[in-house]
């Protein structure tokens, strides 16, 4: 046997730390009255406003956003199958991103108490610049796994030398065959919390696990 097309995959994941922390938080209001329920949603979302500010000018938060106000009405239903007056219903969301846990658990704990406040899940990421590093290093690792295998199989028959004759994300080679790993990039996190002893959000994140699968065909000969 002189020469033979192989073709095989490569595959690496890595566990990165979470960088940032990105929570939303909604300040929600109803009432029968669209009037009085637009003022008190306003009302109780300013302090939450006014405490974001602050701890972005002092560096406690990364940055934060909100969307413009929001106001809706449904008619609920009654126990007879009645339709009963109007309930209106107005809110702001919030976004604010932290790079320390600790902060994040400070604030949540804080802003969780006050009237009208719904805190939502969190979104750990990495930053852009740490993002490309990390997806780099993953594609290039399972090139070299997939290089690897390639003479592996190639030993197997005899052969000792291989060449690359194509090289994609997984499914593009061989479509309609989904391989065993993810596309290029992947990534996946998760938040935990508890309340101790005392009052408090203590927020555990996990790490983000980044995996890169590629299908490489090489020569062998």
Known sequence: MSEVIVTVR???EVRVHPERATV???VRAEGPERGPVVDEALRLSE???????ERTKTGSALDWSSANLSVRAERPWSSDGSRLAPVYMAGVDFTATFAEDGELSLWVTEVSAR???EVGWVDW?????????????????????????AEAYAGAV?????SPVELADVGLIAPGHPGPGTPLMKARG??????DAAPSMQ??????VISATVEARFLAR
Do not use: K, N
């Open 10 to 12: 490569g595959e690496h």
């Open 24 to 26: 939303r938080v909604s």
């Open 47 to 53: 302090p939450v406003r006014e405490d974001l500010a």
């Open 115 to 117: 009237e009208g406040v």
């Open 125 to 149: 990421h990495l930053t852009p610049e740490t993002r490309t590093r990390v997806e780099r290093e993953v594609a290039a690792r399972a090139v070299e796994a997939a290089v690897l295998r």
């Open 158 to 162: 005899g052969l000792h030398q291989v």
């Open 190 to 195: 998760a938040v935990a919390f508890a309340a």
């Open 203 to 208: 927020y555990e994140p996990e790490e983000i």
